[in-house]
């Protein structure tokens, strides 16, 4: 970034993703970087693969017929990166989901999902299980996540103590339950669907979700190399920090395994990745087309290779 001049040619978020969260939650420290050689070699690196098929297997990934998606695959889903410099005041990101907004309720692929909720099965729900999320469509519109992500995660590059601003998360799975039934609520307007929007994040708010907030815990502190892992349906929010101490640097990876819905987001990621572009699923601000220092396709191994569809994938989803 500094070679490059990046922070002299930033223009700042070039979307409102988070605008919908609380008035005390800032815009949290993520610059659109994607194709540095830190990010590439740790996402193609094999503890992270190992760790990445450790947590798909927590997942049912074969039921009804199907296989839903290969654990022993990820696809290098690229994201950005979080910059904080010591002494920074940061108003963190208030409590949210990442999943979807209006497609949860309203694209076939998530009504089949969460299709023991909407038939009152509440019993049967259960959030390991993804049939039906690893092919459906986004919701026309959508700046969403094109890719199925069985945990969102990032990878550490300093040393940060837990009150350092760090991430929160309320570790309930099931409560992805409740979330989708509060609308349903008799004191939720008919025209309100509890402040979700399109094109905005997934709130979790007082006004709606207090019972569930009282449940938010921060991750222990980390060390350079750690790496945090939270279900794709987690509440989660970064806290607020004053005068931090010690840098607060990582690189979002999240676990993508191979599936019919990742394979093809992988095609456009080897596109992006290429013409050093922002990829798909973030705004084209392409800051990275001209850096010459950028991770070049030499040199991808086996795992990065697999993970952007240029070589084969050992087993196929159907």
Same mark, same amino acid.
Request: glycine share 8%; aromatic share 12%.
């Given at each position: 970034?500094?070679? =490059?001049?990046?922070? $002299?040619?930033? @223009?700042?978020?070039?979307? %409102?993703?988070?605008? &919908?969260?609380?008035?005390?939650?800032?815009?949290?420290?993520?610059?659109?970087?994607?194709?540095?050689?830190?990010?590439?070699?740790?996402?193609?690196?094999?503890?992270?693969?190992? *760790?990445?098929?450790?947590?798909?297997?927590?997942? !049912?990934?074969?039921? %009804?017929?199907?296989?839903?998606?290969?654990?022993?695959?990820?696809?290098?889903?690229?994201?950005? !990166?979080?910059?904080?410099?010591?002494?920074? %005041?940061?108003?963190?990101?208030? &409590?949210?989901?990442?999943?979807?907004?209006?497609?949860?309720?309203?694209?076939?692929g998530y009504q089949l999902a969460f299709?023991?909720?909407? =038939?009152?099965?509440?019993?049967?729900?259960?959030?390991?299980?993804?049939?039906?999320?690893?092919?459906?469509?986004?919701?026309?519109?959508?700046?969403?996540?094109?890719?199925?992500?069985?945990?969102?995660?990032?990878?550490?590059?300093?040393?940060?103590?837990?009150?350092?601003?760090?991430?929160?998360? *309320?570790? !309930?799975t099931k409560a992805m339950a409740y979330?989708?039934?509060?609308?349903?609520?008799?004191?939720?307007? $008919?025209?309100?669907?509890?402040?979700?929007?399109?094109?905005?994040?997934?709130?979790?708010?007082?006004?709606?979700?207090?019972?569930?907030?009282?449940?938010?815990?921060?991750?222990?502190?980390?060390?350079?190399?750690?790496? *945090?892992?939270w279900h794709c349906d987690m509440i989660?929010?970064?806290?607020?920090?004053? %005068?931090?101490?010690?840098?607060? =640097?990582?690189?979002? !990876? #999240?676990?993508?395994?191979?599936?019919?819905?990742?394979?093809?987001?992988?095609?456009? *990621?080897? $596109?992006?990745?290429?013409?050093?572009?922002?990829?798909?699923?973030? #705004?084209?601000?392409?800051?990275? @087309?001209?850096?010459?220092?950028?991770?070049?396709?030499?040199?991808?191994?086996?795992?990065?290779?697999?993970?952007?569809?240029?070589?084969?994938?050992?087993?196929?989803?159907?």
């Open positions: 970034m500094e070679s =490059n001049h990046f922070f $002299e040619n930033y @223009a700042g978020p070039a979307d %409102d993703f988070f605008g &919908t969260l609380s008035a005390e939650a800032s815009k949290p420290e993520i610059y659109p970087v994607y194709w540095s050689s830190a990010q590439m070699e740790a996402r193609q690196h094999p503890r992270m693969a190992k *760790v990445q098929s450790f947590l798909n297997s927590q997942w !049912i990934h074969e039921s %009804d017929g199907h296989t839903w998606f290969d654990p022993e695959t990820d696809t290098l889903y690229p994201d950005r !990166i979080r910059r904080r410099p010591p002494g920074a %005041d940061s108003g963190g990101l208030g &409590t949210h989901l990442d999943p979807g907004t209006l497609d949860l309720w309203m694209t076939e299709r023991h909720l909407f =038939n009152g099965d509440f019993a049967s729900y259960d959030p390991w299980d993804p049939a039906y999320r690893t092919a459906g469509t986004q919701y026309p519109g959508s700046t969403m996540c094109s890719a199925f992500r069985t945990f969102q995660g990032w990878t550490a590059l300093s040393e940060m103590r837990n009150d350092q601003g760090v991430l929160h998360t *309320v570790p !309930i979330l989708m039934l509060r609308p349903l609520l008799s004191d939720v307007a $008919e025209d309100d669907m509890c402040s979700v929007q399109p094109n905005r994040t997934f709130p979790a708010s007082e006004q709606w979700h207090e019972i569930l907030l009282r449940a938010v815990s921060p991750i222990p502190s980390v060390q350079p190399g750690d790496s *945090v892992w989660h929010s970064v806290a607020p920090v004053k %005068d931090q101490q010690g840098w607060g =640097n990582v690189i979002y !990876i #999240p676990a993508a395994p191979w599936c019919e819905k990742n394979e093809a987001y992988a095609g456009l *990621v080897r $596109e992006a990745f290429l013409a050093g572009k922002s990829p798909f699923d973030f #705004p084209q601000e392409d800051y990275e @087309a001209n850096w010459p220092n950028r991770f070049p396709p030499s040199a991808l191994n086996d795992i990065g290779r697999r993970g952007l569809g240029l070589s084969a994938v050992g087993a196929s989803a159907t």
